[in-house]
């Protein structure tokens, strides 16, 4: 089984039958976007049609997409078998901003969708942890609210996979949030990170982060994880005037393990 999550940076819109092929050109089971915007990436109800009729084709049925705002980031997550939306929601957080002043956001229900796959025998948890710059409060205040909901459901068969503005490596993330995904592994999570690369392109065009993620219960076994910036001719993210997205792909490779652990 390959599952696979992309940050597509609200682009659906340019080119939907290039992002479609070139993300079926991976052969992915699982297809997990962030940053998926309804009237931004699909502005048009063509563009939105040819991308999923692409997908469509090859076997995947109709999507599930979290419930937010224009102006909200989205989760879009999409399979070769039925999915059915699951109960867990996360909540309108309040914090507090550098002036003192209570904020709530919705920036964090809009920005996690989960979801069965009956037929398979496993839940999915899309996220994209949000991160507005100056708001770092919210960005903590997510990061607890995964911990204490990941924690709950570690026993169960679970992926919990997308963008979650964290890097594991302590000189590329503040300790707060490579903290947190060490936390995830101890906490018994299979962090199915790539060993080699790096998936975010700053704006200069440099590699650096390691951003997106892929986090398995123990009842699965994990074969090989890549970041892809580039396959079969399709750039998902680069230096390059055409490349679709200013993160590269994420693809795990995985089995659930039919006899339990």
Request: with cysteine.
């Amino acid at each position: 089984m390959k599952v696979l999550t992309w940050n597509i940076n609200h682009r659906v819109k340019e080119d939907p039958h290039q992002m479609a092929k070139g993300l079926l050109s991976l052969e992915p089971d699982i297809i997990v976007l962030t940053e998926y915007r309804p009237g931004v990436s699909h502005t048009s109800r063509e563009s939105r049609r040819f991308f999923m009729e692409d997908l469509k084709l090859v076997g995947f049925s109709d999507p599930t997409i979290s419930q937010g705002s224009k102006d909200e980031n989205l989760v879009f997550i999409i399979a070769k078998t039925h999915l059915i939306e699951g109960e867990i929601k996360a909540p309108v957080l309040t914090v507090t901003t550098r002036m003192g002043k209570t904020q709530e956001t919705t920036s964090l229900p809009s920005n996690v969708l989960h979801v069965k796959a009956p037929e398979w025998g496993f839940d999915i948890l899309g996220i994209r942890i949000p991160d507005y710059g100056k708001q770092d409060r919210l960005r903590r205040a997510s990061w607890d609210w995964l911990l204490e909901i990941s924690s709950k459901i570690k026993n169960d068969p679970f992926v919990i996979l997308g963008d979650f503005n964290a890097d594991r490596d302590p000189s590329k993330s503040p300790a707060y949030y490579g903290n947190c995904i060490e936390k995830l592994v101890t906490d018994g999570w299979q962090h199915a990170q790539p060993k080699t690369g790096s998936n975010f392109v700053t704006i200069n065009g440099g590699w650096e982060k390691q951003l997106d993620h892929i986090f398995l219960s123990r009842h699965f076994t994990y074969h090989s994880a890549e970041y892809i910036s580039e396959n079969d001719g399709y750039v998902f993210a680069g230096k390059q005037p055409g490349a679709m997205s200013d993160h590269a792909v994420l693809v795990v490779d995985a089995d659930l393990e039919k006899n339990g652990v």
